[in-house]
C-alpha cells in the first residue's frame, strides 16, 4: 500500500481552439512532473480545448480532433507518471465536458461532469450533456475523486465520491475572475473537506480569454481546511505536493503559500494579463491608443505599457481647437512617464472639410451635438487609418461608467479592437491610477514611480468637444453616477433602492433611462476585460429595444 503520493499541479494558460499547442504544454507539464518524480500531473478542466470554447466545442470535426489529440497525449506519455487532463467526451449521442486520466500508454478513466453552470458567463447546459456520478479512480493504488470545477461548488459529488471509497479530491477548474472570487472558492473547498474528511487539492487555469480572466491561484487543503498549498494569481505554475498517508488517512505536506493580492492589484493585473494575452492569442504585437490628457486614456496606455512595453505602444494626440494647452501637456506627459512613442494628429482641417461638405444639407440649422460626434468620429477614422496601415490594434478608452450611460460615440471614440477598462468605474479608474503610481510589480513591462501625473488624475474630466465641457455638464457627479450604476446593474437593483439608498430619485430615473437607450452602443463595443460578476456582455444579456422602465405599472417611458 503505497504511504507517500507526489501530485504534480500545472496552472498553465491555454489557448481556445489550439489543440497542438495546448497538447504540447500538457506534454511539457508531465515531462516536469516526471523529473520530479510525480505520479500524477493534473491539468485544469477543458484544457486540451482552452476555455471557454463556447458553441465551438459543438462543433463535430473540432471535438472529435480534441479527443484524438488526447487519445495522442495518452500514448505520448506512456513512460512515467499519470497524466490528467480536461477535454470533451463523447458517450452514445452526448457530448460531456469530462476530465480524463491517462496511464500506461491509454486512457484509463473519464469522469464527466454533472453539475453544469448555466449562469453569468456561463452557458454549460447549451454545450453539454449531464454526466453521472461514479466512484472515483485509482493512481498508483491511491483512489481519487475528481468534482469536475462546479462539481465541487455542490455537496453531493464530493459525498458520493467519499463513499464510495475516495481518499482524496482533485478538482480540476477553468474558473474565471472576478473581484472576491478567490475567497468564494476557497469558502466552497473548505466546506467540501470538513463535510468529506478528505484532503483536496484544486487546480485551476489561468490567463485571458476574450473578455474572461482566468487568475490560477490553485491551492491544496488538508483536511480540517487547512492551507497547505497556495500557488500565485495570475501566473502559470507548476508545483509538487507531497500526500503521506497516516493513522487518520492521507496529508499533504505543508508548502509554499504564495502571496495573494488585494482587490487594487487584483484588478490591475487582470487587465495587463487580459489585453496581454487577447493580442497574443489573436496574434498582435503592437497597439495604439488615442491619449487625450485624460484620465482614462493615460491608465490605459499605462496598462498597455506594462502588458507589451513601451516599444510597442504609440500614443496619438488628435487635438481640435477645443483641445485646452493643459491636455496637450499632459498627454505629452504621460507618454514621455512611460517611453512610448508620441504622435500629434490635429483634426482641425479634417473638420473643417468634412463641415464644408455637409454644410449644404445642414443649411438652416444650429449646430449640436452633431457636430461635436464629427470630431469625435473624425478621430476614430484616423486612428483606425493608422491602425491599418502599421499593424497595430486600437484599444478604446471608455470606462465602466461611461459604457453604461452611452457617454461615447458610436463609429468615433467607441472603434477599436479592445478595451481594457470596460468594466472600471470612474470612480475606481481614479484609484487604479494612485495605486499604479505607488506601486510596481515585476510582472509589469513599464517603468516604476508616478508614471501618471498629479494632475491628470486631479483635473476635472472633460470630452473637449466643444469650450469648456465638463461631464458634469452632462450627466451627475461620478461618485454619484458610480453608486446609482453600482445598484441597477451591479446589484440589479431598482429605482426605489437607489432612493432608500439616499439618491435622488430624479437622477436614477435618468440614469436608468441612459442605461436603457444605450444597450444599442453596449451591443457593438469592443469586448473588455472582465472584473466583476456583473460586467457588461455575457453577465448582462438585456434586449437592445426596451420600452420597460421602473415606474409604477411597469410602463413604457413617454417619448
Known amino acids: 500500500m503505497a504511504e507517500r503520493f507526489r501530485l504534480t499541479l500545472a496552472q498553465l494558460n491555454p489557448t481556445v481552439g489550439d489543440l497542438p499547442g495546448n497538447a504540447a504544454r ?294 481640435s481647437e477645443y483641445t485646452s494647452e493643459a491636455s496637450l501637456g499632459d498627454a505629452r506627459a504621460v507618454a514621455e512617464n512611460l517611453g512610448c512613442r508620441y504622435d500629434t494628429v490635429p483634426i482641425s482641417a479634417g473638420r473643417a472639410a468634412i463641415t464644408d461638405t455637409l454644410a449644404p444639407l445642414f443649411e438652416g440649422l444650429a449646430p449640436d451635438i452633431t457636430e461635436e460626434n464629427i470630431q469625435s468620429r473624425l478621430r476614430g477614422l484616423l486612428l483606425m487609418a493608422l491602425s491599418n496601415k502599421f499593424g497595430e490594434m486600437l484599444l478604446t478608452t471608455g470606462n465602466k461608467s461611461e459604457v453604461a450611460v452611452g457617454y461615447a460615440t458610436i463609429y468615433g471614440d467607441m472603434a477599436g479592437g479592445y478595451n481594457p477598462i470596460k468594466d472600471l468605474y470612474k470612480t475606481r479608474v481614479f484609484d487604479i491610477c494612485r495605486w499604479r503610481n505607488a506601486h510596481h510589480r515585476s510582472w509589469m513591462r513599464g517603468p516604476e514611480g508616478g508614471v501618471i501625473p498629479e494632475q491628470v488624475i486631479d483635473k476635472p474630466p472633460s470630452a473637449e468637444l466643444r469650450a469648456d465641457q465638463k461631464d458634469s455638464d452632462s450627466l451627475p457627479d461620478y461618485p454619484v453616477l458610480d453608486a446609482i450604476l453600482h445598484i441597477l446593474v451591479d446589484q440589479d437593483g431598482s429605482i426605489a433602492d437607489c432612493v432608500a439608498a439616499g439618491h435622488d430619485a430624479a437622477d436614477a430615473r435618468r440614469v436608468e433611462h441612459l442605461l436603457y437607450i444605450s444597450e444599442y452602443k453596449r451591443f457593438q463595443a469592443a469586448p473588455g476585460t472582465r472584473l466583476s460578476d456583473r460586467a457588461f456582455w455575457l453577465d448582462r444579456r438585456y434586449p437592445i429595444v426596451n420600452r420597460w422602465r421602473d415606474r409604477p405599472g411597469g410602463g413604457a417611458e413617454e417619448s
Open 26 to 319: 500538457a506534454r511539457a507539464a508531465w515531462d516536469e512532473g516526471r523529473a520530479a518524480g510525480a505520479d500524477l500531473v493534473a491539468l485544469p478542466e477543458m484544457f486540451i480545448t482552452g476555455y471557454n470554447p463556447q458553441d465551438l466545442v459543438m462543433k463535430p470535426a473540432f471535438h472529435q480532433a480534441a479527443i484524438a489529440a488526447i487519445g495522442a497525449l495518452a500514448r505520448d506519455c506512456a513512460d512515467g507518471p499519470a497524466l490528467a487532463i480536461g477535454g470533451p467526451a463523447l458517450d452514445g449521442v452526448g457530448l460531456y465536458n469530462a476530465y480524463y486520466v491517462l496511464q500506461g500508454g491509454r486512457i484509463t478513466a473519464r469522469v464527466l461532469k454533472h453539475h453544469l453552470p448555466n449562469e453569468t458567463v456561463f452557458d454549460e447546459q447549451r454545450l453539454f450533456a449531464s454526466g453521472q456520478v461514479n466512484g472515483p479512480y485509482s493512481v498508483g493504488g491511491v483512489r481519487i475523486g475528481s468534482p469536475v470545477c462546479e462539481d465541487g461548488w455542490h455537496p453531493d459529488v464530493a459525498e458520493t465520491l467519499a463513499e464510495t471509497g475516495a481518499e482524496m479530491l482533485l478538482v480540476p477548474n477553468g474558473s474565471p475572475h472576478y473581484r472576491e472570487k478567490m475567497a468564494l472558492r476557497q469558502n466552497h473547498m473548505v466546506a467540501r473537506v470538513v463535510e468529506t474528511g478528505l484532503p483536496l487539492a484544486y487546480v485551476n487555469m489561468v490567463g485571458g480569454q476574450d473578455d474572461q480572466v482566468f487568475d490560477g491561484g490553485s491551492f491544496v487543503l488538508n483536511p480540517g481546511g487547512a492551507l497547505a498549498l497556495q500557488l500565485p494569481m495570475f501566473e502559470e505554475a507548476v508545483a509538487q505536493v507531497d500526500f503521506e498517508r497516516g493513522e487518520a488517512g492521507w496529508h499533504a505536506v505543508p508548502g509554499a503559500l504564495a502571496h495573494l493580492p488585494d482587490d487594487l492589484e487584483q484588478d490591475y493585473n487582470a487587465m495587463v494579463l487580459a489585453l496581454r494575452d487577447y493580442l497574443r492569442k489573436a496574434g498582435f504585437g503592437r497597439v495604439l491608443l488615442g491619449l487625450s490628457g485624460g484620465v482614462d486614456s493615460a491608465i490605459v496606455a499605462t496598462i498597455a505599457v506594462d502588458a507589451l512595453g513601451a516599444g510597442n505602444v504609440r500614443c496619438v494626440m488628435l487635438p
